[in-house]
């Protein structure tokens, strides 16, 4: 019976790996706009709308060759078809929750960077010590991760569940609705990859992260 809530939700509008396997990770990063994260947690149901992504793409971009090197066991999770969890660590403190784009033979992938807290607020109050909803629950990589308690345990975790999932819940993003932008703490990649304007957020929403 307890498998029975996933059915239930997740069955008849979940994101297929076909979504992720296209080779464009820049199409695919403004398409999650607007989609629903979902992770049940030891059996505690967390959802949130999809308000901001970055894209990673293997040709192009300075970044992924040094993050390749830097990263180099976790990083393998890059290696794998399209629809695939990649859950890092920063500072040693904060997991970040990428989406493997694409095929086994290219690293691409989409960083989620903020969403906007739907079900289980509670829950994700508890786990981010926070007293009540507020801008800072899920407006930003890491603090998204722990709302919605993934580690870098869910590293290479296929999304169809049952722990990760995404859900289209019929939301149309217009494209006039779309902000892009830079991304966020490249320096260290060089102007090249500082230049890309690979951050896409929704305009109307409060709840992108404050990073400029």
């Known amino acids: 019976m307890a498998a029975l809530p996933f059915v239930t939700l997740a069955m008849t509008n979940f994101l ?29 149901l967390t ?18 060759t040094l993050h390749l090197q830097r990263k180099a066991r976790q ?12 859950l890092y660590t920063v500072y040693r403190v904060h997991t970040l929750f990428n989406i493997t784009t694409h095929d086994a033979e290219h690293p691409d992938a989409v960083l989620i960077r903020a969403i906007e807290p739907l079900e289980g607020q509670n829950v994700m109050l508890r786990r981010r010590g926070l007293p009540k909803l507020a801008h800072n629950l899920t407006a930003g990589p890491g603090v998204l991760s722990q709302a ?6 869910l590293n ?57």
Do not use: M
């Open 16 to 44: 297929p790996p076909e979504f992720y396997q296209r080779p464009d990770v820049l199409t695919i990063a403004r398409e999650l706009l607007g989609k629903r994260v979902c992770t049940r947690i030891d059996n505690e």
């Open 75 to 86: 990083a393998q999770a890059l290696y794998q078809p399209g629809g695939h969890a990649y």
């Open 148 to 153: 919605l308690g993934l580690t870098p345990a």
């Open 156 to 212: 290479g975790e296929l999304l169809t569940g049952p722990r990760i999932w995404l859900e289209d819940a019929g939301e149309v993003v217009e494209e006039g609705n779309i902000i892009a932008s830079s991304r966020v703490g490249l320096d260290y990649a060089g102007a090249k990859a500082v230049a890309l304007p690979w951050r896409f957020r929704l305009k109307d929403s409060k709840w992108t992260s404050p990073a400029k």
């Open 47 to 64: 959802t949130g709308r999809i308000v901001e992504t970055e894209a990673y793409r293997h040709e192009g971009d300075p970044s992924i």
